[in-house]
């Protein structure tokens, strides 16, 4: 649920015209349980997610249950991810 409503609220913040007109209509599709996430970007059908002391890559092409597929561990916090496409 956080990743869904840290991608919806991103996209209702950073796209003019949307603001509140288009907040009824958010709904939950899934949820993915972590404490604190600091960081998501997504690229295709996978988010990466910056949370405490690690990285993770999730598969979103079920957006009702969005399934982790790796785990990157860091002894610092990950602040912000940005995927680049080359």
């Known amino acids: 649920m956080r990743i869904l409503f840290i991608l919806i609220y991103s996209l209702i913040v950073l796209l003019p015209g949307l603001g509140a007109q288009t907040a009824p209509n958010i709904s ?4 993915w349980n972590e404490e604190s996430i600091y ?3 997504v690229y295709g059908s ?3 997610v910056g949370n405490d002391n690690a990285m993770h890559i999730l598969d979103i092409s079920d957006p009702a249950a969005p399934a982790a597929i790796a785990t990157l561990s860091r002894s610092w916090e990950i602040e912000e991810i940005i995927v680049i496409n080359d």
């Open 28 to 31: 939950q599709v899934g949820i």
């Open 46 to 48: 996978f988010a990466y």
């Open 39 to 41: 960081s998501v970007d």
